[in-house]
């Protein structure tokens, strides 16, 4: 990748505001990413991260503002066209389909990003190579010998690992994580920020995360966000040291 | 020997009574059970494997019925074209129906679906009088003719319907099992998720309603050739209401249950209308129980106790 493409931003958003009513869950925020950076957004609770989030994946709609990825501008499209377009996300609360196997829940991502049009006349276990995708994945989250399992009855950490493979099997560019560790056991923890470093190896990731030493030391960049605006954003030494941050978000904690 | 084989074997036993008692009196029963097995077939793949509940299929049931008969009887076309033209108008109704109803989910489906619906059956009754003989309908409906084979003969028609009720059964048995079924199974199980793996939720919605909308035309225009007549009556809400009640007795979401339940409704619905004049509100009563002692239909219970009599075998 020559330097001129790295400087481009891979997303990107312009002045973009989400507003319930006369409550502005996020107002005036810009933000160029940039490609293959690990980006991790920080704030309190309703601080607007997961509605920002929500704003770039296609979830909310902007009440003012634009959205661009890899410089195509995406505002108002549905959620599916932008993972088409190479957008990716989990959520908070385990978005999965919990009646059917670990496979099964591949396989539907599988397909959901080789056919634009689902094909109704063969049976799907035919297509190999929707199949083969599905394993792939199933390997990649750390989940082989699950697949015949049924995805509800897996663990709470083995359901968050689930949810990334759903959202990697769209090849994202960029990927959205919100909250991956939320109500992870500490051993598993360290699995879980393995497989985060590993995904984020060659595309954008930006990470919503509570733990402080997690965010601090596997991101590039830290955004902070605070009543619906960005506060700051920058390495993590800086943002450890900026005065505003300390009071308004991390000088809790100390 | 699984559940769903037992299921098979049920279905093919009723549906070869007449091959098994060939003295030509069940032959009649059978032959509606066929019809709406078709419709209910089709139904349930919106209903039962897309989650969506609909209550206007009657208006694609009986647009199909009236399409065939005007096709056959005032414009001369012979029946298969007809009938292929009644699933098709059934077809594109249902697709016209989804761009409406489709927007809105849950309860304001069923209404809207059902407002629709009922539109069209306030409109063949009076505005389309000139065409669909008003309240009065069309008698004289044709049955096919093919080969030389006397169809007007119930016990020949039989097996024309039957060979019609295999395909139905074959292409949503094969829908369910393809990507399309997949990801409408996905739809129902999380909107959400689905969205964000990159279905495009409203298609797949727009698509499975209209595949559903050529059942209900097809079956409909069936119906009109099995009594020769069509009314308006086959576009009113009840017959929506009829085709839901038969899936969900059945076991929704299942190829074999909604067959079974057209199978109980139409037996029930031939004995009880000799027995008393409310037969209706006797079988809503019955439904109304077995709804609350099988929640999940026949079909439901039949995987039940397969399960208990065979444990560790797969459903």
């Known amino acids: 990748m020559n330097t001129a493409a790295e400087n481009k931003s891979v997303l990107r958003c312009e002045d973009i505001e989400v507003s319930y009513g006369a409550f502005k869950a996020v107002t005036n925020v810009s933000y160029e990413f940039k490609p ?113 399992v049924s995805a509800g009855s897996l663990s709470h950490g083995d359901q968050r690992a689930l949810e990334i493979g759903l959202a990697l099997l769209s090849e994202p560019k960029v990927l959205l994580l919100d909250e991956p560790l939320a109500g992870v056991g500490h051993d598993v923890a360290e699995k879980a920020v393995e497989l985060i470093r590993k995904v984020s190896e060659g595309r954008t990731v930006l990470l919503i995360e509570h733990n402080m030493d ?41 | 020997m699984n559940a769903q084989r037992l299921m098979a074997l049920v279905v093919a036993i009723i549906i070869s009574v007449p091959l098994m008692f060939p003295d030509g009196q069940n032959v009649g029963l059978v032959n509606a059970i066929l019809i709406w097995s ?26 199909g019925a009236y399409t065939l008969s005007l096709l056959t009887m005032r414009m001369g076309w012979d029946f298969i074209p007809a ?39 306030i409109m063949a009754g009076t505005k389309l009088r000139m065409l669909t003989g008003g309240v009065d309908g069309i008698a004289g409906v044709p049955r096919p003719d093919l080969f030389g084979i006397d169809f007007y003969n119930d016990s020949n028609y039989y097996f024309f319907l039957l060979t019609l009720f295999v395909l139905a059964l ?69 017959t929506s209401g009829d085709v839901v009640i038969m899936v969900l007795l059945g076991g929704m979401g299942t190829l074999f249950g909604p067959i079974l339940g057209v199978a109980i409704f139409e037996i029930m619905r031939e004995w009880l209308s000799t027995q008393t004049s409310h037969w209706y509100g006797i079988l809503g009563l019955i439904f109304i129980i077995s709804t609350i002692a099988m929640p999940k239909g026949i079909a439901g219970m039949i995987i039940q106790l397969w399960n208990r009599i065979m444990p560790g075998s797969k459903p």
């Open chain 2, 170 to 238: 074959l292409i949503s048995g094969l829908i369910r099992i393809s990507p399309l079924g997949q990801a409408l199974k996905a739809i129902k199980s999380n909107e959400v998720r689905a969205e964000q793996i990159g279905f495009n939720v409203q298609r797949l919605q727009r698509s499975v309603f209209t595949i559903s909308g050529i059942y209900a035309g097809v079956s409909g225009g069936l119906l009109a050739s099995l009594i020769f007549y069509v009314g308006p009556q086959m576009l009113h809400w009840k």
């Open chain 2, 83 to 121: 009938l292929g033209a009644a699933g098709l108008v059934g077809g594109a109704l249902a697709l016209v129906f989804s761009y409406f109803a489709i927007r809105v989910s849950g309860l304001f489906f069923a209404l809207l679906t059902l407002a629709l619906s009922q539109l069209i059956y």
């Open chain 1, 36 to 148: 293959g950076l690990l980006y991790g957004l920080i704030g309190p609770n309703g601080a607007g991260k997961t509605t920002l989030m929500n704003a770039l994946s296609g979830r909310a709609q902007l009440s003012n503002g634009r959205v661009f990825l890899n410089e195509q501008e995406i505002t108002g499209q549905p959620p599916h066209a932008r993972t088409w377009a190479g957008l990716g996300r989990s959520f908070q609360i385990t978005q999965i389909f919990p009646e059917m196997t670990v496979f099964e829940n591949l396989r539907l991502a599988a397909q959901a990003h080789r056919f634009r049009l689902q094909p109704f006349w063969r049976p799907v276990s035919k297509f190999k190579d929707i199949a083969r995708d599905a394993e792939r994945v199933l390997s990649e989250i750390g989940l082989e010998g699950f697949g015949h």
């Open chain 2, 38 to 63: 078709i419709f209910a077939i089709g139904f349930d793949l919106v209903f039962g494997v897309a989650g969506m509940l609909s209550f206007g299929h009657a208006a694609f049931f009986g647009v």
């Open chain 1, 214 to 254: 997690v965010v601090m030391e596997i991101s590039d960049e830290i955004i902070v966000m605070l009543a619906g605006e960005i506060l700051a954003s920058g390495a993590a030494e800086t943002i450890k040291r900026d005065p505003r941050v300390r009071t308004a978000y991390l000088g809790e904690e100390e």
